[in-house]
Each structure stands twice: as structure tokens, then as C-alpha cells.
């Protein structure tokens, strides 16, 4: 049997769409392959972006913002002392980029204008920080990316 140009051709099309299909297919099914987005309600959070611009442009007017420093007992969060402590609330939130079950958010409990965040939470390795603090009704947030 002999093949002319349009058999070939037919061929050849059918050929690399199978390829691509095989390649689609093997993508979606294999767990290898399974990435997630960086949070479940990403959408939800993206309508709340406004706040959070509003917010980092507030703590850039401080006079002085959070500092972070690795320490033994953990990771040293000082927030400014020229705002009284017992008025700050607000949450830490701590995000691994390489594995979310590693994430986790407290509540801000201050000793004084620090905190330390315990380090059997935290393993070596890359890590975000995201601080949202509030001050007599101010909105502030602190992110960091860190080496712990």
C-alpha cells in the first residue's frame, strides 16, 4: 500500500494530537502534578485587597514598624513603642510557600511591645510573615518575607 501527501499529512495531524492529548490527560490525573492555589478563598480575599493597600500605607507613615529577629526561644515580633501595647490587637499570620499545612495564624498577645513566636512552630526554611494590627481603630499590616 502506498501513502500520497494527504494520507501522510492526516496521519501526522492525528499523530501529534494524540501526543498532546496523551500529555493533557497525564497532567490531570497524575497527583504529581497537583498544585494549589496560595489560599482556598482567593477571590474572597481579592475584594479585600483595598483594606490591605490602606493598611501597609498607614504603617509606612510610623515613625518606626515591626521588627522581626530570630532568637532561641523563636522568632522576636517588637512592635513601636511610641503606641501603647495594650491597645494593639490584630493577628500573625505565617505562611510557608512550600508546604500550607505548615501555615498557621495567632492571635497577637503582647509582653510589653513583644512577642515571640514559639519555635516549635517554625521549621528552617522560607517563610512569610503577614502582621495585621489595629491601633485606636487604625488598620496596620506588616509583611515580610524571612529566612528562619
Known amino acids: 500500500m502506498k501513502l500520497n501527501w494527504g494520507t501522510a499529512i492526516v496521519l501526522a495531524f492525528i499523530g501529534f494530537i494524540s501526543f498532546i492529548l496523551y500529555f493533557v490527560i497525564k497532567m490531570n490525573t497524575n497527583k504529581q502534578y497537583e498544585?494549589?492555589?496560595?489560599?482556598?478563598d482567593y477571590y474572597k480575599q481579592e475584594l479585600?485587597?483595598?483594606k490591605e493597600i490602606d493598611a501597609e500605607?498607614?504603617?509606612?507613615t510610623l515613625n518606626a514598624n515591626i521588627t522581626i529577629k530570630k532568637i532561641n526561644e523563636g522568632l522576636l515580633v517588637t512592635f513601636p513603642e511610641d503606641k501603647?501595647?495594650?491597645?494593639?490587637?490584630g493577628t500573625i499570620a505565617l505562611?510557608?510557600?512550600s508546604n500550607k499545612k505548615l501555615d498557621f495564624e495567632i492571635p497577637i498577645a503582647l509582653n510589653g511591645y513583644q512577642t515571640v513566636i514559639p519555635a516549635k512552630h517554625l521549621i528552617e526554611g522560607r517563610w512569610k510573615i503577614t502582621i495585621d494590627w489595629k491601633y485606636n481603630d487604625t488598620s496596620y499590616m506588616f509583611k515580610k518575607s524571612f529566612t528562619y
Open 35 to 40: 498544585h494549589d492555589l496560595v489560599t482556598e
Open 57 to 60: 500605607k498607614n504603617a509606612k
Open 84 to 89: 501603647e501595647y495594650t491597645k494593639i490587637s
Open 95 to 97: 505562611y510557608r510557600p
Open 48 to 50: 479585600a485587597f483595598q
